[in-house]
């Protein structure tokens, strides 16, 4: 039997969260721990969590998982039970609305912030715009970001200033359209973010690269952004 | 000029260049000084007022303390906006950072001041 | 019950994945006071999940290629169901609306020359079926619906569009004529209740592939806006033809891309034989969906499955090479090692065939406008309603969609109903207004499972109606079995209306919000199995035992199911071309 340990809060019930404990049989499966979620769900109408695509590409599914944050449906039980204890929480460092579902509208505002659009202003061509193989290939390991905000809410600076920082995601979409050759708007971009706190803030710990469940590497974005950002003011 | 120094001092590049050219100073005068003292083991009071009284050795640790104020004002600010914040500690969070800071650059000023005053003997 | 908030709108699109986000930038850069209320953040719609790319003639691939072929292509793919006019318009507008996805930043993968890379799919040829493959989807690695939709909403972000993020759309709201003049939806957070009126409203609603019991569709594609519109007292068009995938990974049911096919790989049984072979000599493993779906069945029935219980298939990719699977399936590679524990650089993906794709829908005018069929049997347009994407039939895909299509579809009428729309708010549009009585019999479903005081939970009863239609309304379907689960669904019905929610909660209550999508699927699942019972004759996903051939004298046409009387009727399909002679229809074989 497996015991799990669930994050519970409803602001119209509860004074304050607890931990709820539920016995559940995986039957000897190694099962997702969306799995699990969902099959509590069942026992337990009232349990919340996001979920959509269940195959860890839309991003709905972020918790922390036996203290790591991870997508719920793509993490197998194999990777993160303890003992025969599994923990689920919310994402950390958000404000919390019900049981595992917080509220992301600091993480979507520092995403927008970031002008997370194409910007060239000259008139397009009749068909695409070129772009070579290799410029494309820039663009890989940046535009696969599924905006699940498992690195945010790990990153220590993300929770100290998430009104100021960017914050991982944000920062790897900054660096994957001033990375585009297509974008011509890189002088601008940068005048937005070289305050000190925008990115500067990132302090290399590095915790976005450990939980990115795309493998994904924000911090090494951030290198590209910060250095960007010298050569222009040197 | 104003304009420099406004950039210069506030934007994230700068603090990031300040911090580190600072720390090549201290690291260079900590090498310095440590080299000196073990190739002289048997240093006299003269001889250490001689080397301090030489004017590039009185420039080279003027210009090290300074690094050191730079050094510590930006890394202390980083410090104090991370930690002495409304979200972590309440509304208080904002007076108390002010004072903090401000108790900060009176201590780097003295220092500066007493440095100089050492130095020059003013 | 007092009266609800209103807001109001000039358009409302009821959906936030491709097709919804399309419309919206197409209104919100005219300026037009535009909303999307969405069910979930826009980026977690089901289109995300798309990966093998998008189907048009771009002339990228093969600089001689000409849309016509695609047309061809797309026609022949639909068993000649699909409607010409409709299917035109979509081929040969593709290119520009390809083209401003990729001008909005889209990040296609690239030819050496610079241009967009296309890849082989299924069902694709050159001139007209005689030129052999074609190459013609383009896409952005194996995850072009994810930047599609990234990209969309980056697009919108830009211009923007208001979104309702977390709001689900409840019912319509009708107005004295019977005109739709917006929506009841719930703002997930709160729980609040709102009227959302407008002066058009878009279901751009997606699918619902979670009625059958394995599927490659995400949790939330529950068929809302189909439920909506049936419970509106409109009808629905094909719903009988459901495209089962290929390749769905065995036990999980999530997608792996006909990409991989169409780069190479190929489907084996367990004696290690290249089946597809016997089945379409000439395309093989690149035929039409539904063609090699029922191959591999007939493979698997017939003894030469694979797995202890013989109950899938293998594809086979590891002859590809690691370096080429990483650089143009490197999502597949993560799926299959995460779901199907075989890593395909090394060993072959157990597959079989999952509910996929609804081809069927709300029927609609290529401008997005949603059709109902008078007495006579003639077309009439809804006042105020429209519908794009899954949730509609345009009808491109007819009785079988070939891969890629979806997304080419999402945006040529997303775009195509935005521009209506924008046309029509421009020359100005008067509805009249709902009453509160006409905002209360919205409400009615709502209130119902608000104030249940007994019954079944919602996820054992989902459960039931999932089995009943993987049973009985799979991929070979037989009269009698039909029949029978026609008799399940009817005992159903009654226990799913009087489905029973313990939580009343308000804030951020998935329970309620499941309860409403049971009631969604029940609709669309009674809708499907209806007009496949129906559907007397085999035609594209629609192959029965009991009528294996086609049906060109009573069946030529589109199924037509009515909410009220619970039957169906017919409808022609449209063989106008305005570039050229219509295509008559022609024996399918690939």
């Keep these: ?203 290399g710990i590095m915790n976005c690269v450990q939980v990115c469940p795309k ?20 | 000029m104003m304009d420099f120094l406004a950039r210069f001092t506030f934007t994230g590049p700068s603090n990031w260049i300040i911090q580190r050219i600072t720390a090549i100073v201290m690291a260079a005068y900590l090498f310095f000084i440590v080299g000196y003292l073990i190739t002289n083991p048997a240093l006299t009071y003269d001889q250490w007022s001689e080397l301090n009284n030489l004017l590039l050795m009185r420039v080279f640790t003027l210009v090290t303390v300074a690094a050191v104020a730079f050094h510590a ?46 130095l020059w003997g003013l | 019950m007092g009266s609800l908030r209103k807001m109001s709108f000039d358009a409302v699109i009821v959906g936030g994945g491709g097709s919804g986000m399309r419309a919206a930038l197409q209104l919100a850069q005219s300026g037009y006071k535009t909303a999307v209320i969405t069910k979930v953040f826009p980026t977690r719609s089901h289109t995300v999940s798309a990966q093998g790319g998008i189907t048009c003639a771009i002339a990228s691939d093969d600089p001689n290629d000409k849309w016509e072929w695609h047309m061809y292509d797309t026609i022949k793919g639909s068993d000649y169901i699909g409607d010409q006019e409709a299917i035109e318009y979509m081929c040969q507008t593709g290119p520009e609306a390809i083209f401003e996805l990729e001008h909005m930043g889209l990040p296609f993968s690239r030819t050496e020359e610079g241009r967009i890379y296309q890849r082989p799919f299924g069902g694709q040829s050159k001139d007209f079926g005689a030129g052999g493959q074609a190459a013609r989807t383009c896409a952005a690695a194996d995850r072009t619906g994810h930047a599609l939709l990234h990209t969309l909403y980056q697009g919108n972000l830009k211009n923007k569009t208001v979104f309702l993020n977390e709001w689900f759309a409840v019912d319509i709201v009708k107005n004295a004529d019977g005109a739709v003049v917006g929506v009841v939806a719930i703002d997930i957070e709160s729980g609040e209740t709102v009227f959302v009126e407008s002066k058009a409203t878009v279901f751009a609603t997606g699918g619902a592939g979670r009625i059958y019991a394995s599927t490659t569709n995400a949790h939330i594609c529950t068929g809302d806006g189909v439920g909506m519109a049936l419970r509106a007292g409109f009808p629905v068009q094909d719903i009988e033809m459901w495209q089962f995938h290929p390749t769905g990974i065995h036990g999980a049911g999530t997608l792996v891309t006909e990409g991989c ?106 401008d997005g406008q949603a059709l109902t069929i008078d007495r006579e049997g003639k077309d009439t347009v809804i006042e105020g309603f429209y519908a794009c994407g899954e949730a509609a039939c345009v009808s491109v895909h007819g009785a079988n969609r070939l891969g890629g299509n979806s997304l080419l579809d999402l945006v040529v009428f997303g775009r195509a109903s935005g521009i209506f729309i924008e046309k029509q708010l421009s020359a100005g549009i008067t509805l009249k207004e709902a009453t509160e009585e006409d905002i209360q019999r919205a409400m009615v479903g709502l209130n119902k499972i608000n104030q249940s005081s007994g019954g079944e939970n919602a996820a054992v009863l989902r459960a039931e109606l999932q089995t009943i239609m993987q049973n009985y309304f799979g991929v070979f379907r037989r009269g009698d079995y039909m029949k029978t689960g026609i008799e399940k669904l009817d005992k159903l019905r009654l226990r799913v209306e009087n489905v029973y929610l313990d939580d009343k909660s308000n804030a951020f209550n998935t329970a309620r919000l499941e309860a409403l999508e049971l009631q969604n699927l029940f609709e669309t699942a009674y809708a499907t199995a209806i007009s496949a019972e129906g559907r007397t004759e085999s035609r594209g996903a629609h192959a029965r035992e009991d009528f294996q051939e086609r049906d060109d004298e009573n069946w030529l046409c589109h199924s037509v199911y009515f909410p009220e009387s619970k039957k169906i009727g017919k409808r022609p399909v449209n063989f106008t071309l305005k570039t050229r002679e219509p295509f008559e229809p022609q024996i399918r074989t690939y």
């Excluded at chain 1, 974008?183 to 302090?203: G, K, M, Q, Y």
């Excluded at chain 1, 590209?224 to 222009?232: D, F, Q, S, T």
């Excluded at chain 2, 890394?75 to 969070?93: Q, S």
């Excluded at chain 3, 090394?346 to 079989?352: C, F, G, H």
Aim: hydrophobic share 40%; with cysteine.
């Design chain 3, 261 to 366: 096919r169409g780069e190479g790989g190929y489907l084996i049984n367990k004696d290690g034989e290249r089946f597809m072979e016997r089945y379409a000599p000439n395309a093989k493993d690149l035929a039409g969906r539904d063609v090699v779906a029922r191959s591999m069945v007939l493979e698997i029935l017939e003894g030469r499955g694979c797995g202890p219980d013989g109950d899938h298939v293998y594809l086979k990719l590891d002859h590809l090479g690691e370096e080429m699977l990483n650089a143009k399936l490197p999502g597949i590679l993560e799926l299959s090692r995460t779901f199907a524990h075989a890593d395909p650089v090394k060993e072959p993906i157990p597959v079989v065939p999952t509910c996929h794709y609804m081809m069927g829908g709300i029927p609609t005018n290529v």
């Design chain 1, 215 to 234: 493998g994904l590497n924000p911090t090494k974005a951030i290198g590209h952004i910060r250095n960007m950002l010298i050569r222009n003011a040197a």
């Design chain 1, 1 to 203: 039997m497996l015991n799990v340990s669930i994050y519970r809060y409803n602001p119209e019930v509860d004074a304050e969260p607890f931990m709820q404990d539920f016995e559940f049989d995986t039957q000897g499966k190694d099962l997702m721990v969306l799995d699990v979620l969902e099959k509590l769900k069942i026992q337990d109408p009232s349990l919340v969590f996001r979920r959509s695509c269940r195959e860890g590409v839309c991003g709905s599914d972020g918790v922390n998982i036996s203290g790591k944050n991870g997508l719920a449906c793509i993490t197998p039980l194999s990777e993160c039970v303890r003992g025969d204890k599994l923990v689920i929480r919310p994402l950390p460092g958000l404000p919390v609305i019900r049981d595992l579902v917080i509220d992301m509208s600091q993480f979507y505002a520092q995403y927008e912030k970031i002008q997370p659009y194409m910007i060239n202003n000259s008139p397009p061509p009749a068909i695409e715009r070129l772009q070579s193989p290799e410029e494309r290939k820039k663009l890989d390991g940046l535009y696969e970001c599924i905006l699940c905000a498992c690195c945010s809410t790990a990153c220590p600076s993300f929770w100290w200033n998430p009104e100021k920082f960017i914050g991982p995601s944000g920062l790897l979409q900054a660096y994957r359209f001033l990375a585009d050759s297509r974008d011509t708007a890189t002088e601008e971009r940068l005048a937005n973010l070289d305050d000190p706190f925008s990115v500067f803030r990132c302090h």
């Design chain 2, 73 to 118: 004002w930006i890394g202390m600010r980083c410090v104090l906006t991370d930690y002495i914040t409304v979200r972590l500690i309440g509304p208080k969070a904002n007076g108390l950072r002010n004072t903090l800071q401000l108790g900060l650059a009176l201590i780097i000023l003295f220092y500066l001041v007493w440095t100089i005053k050492i």
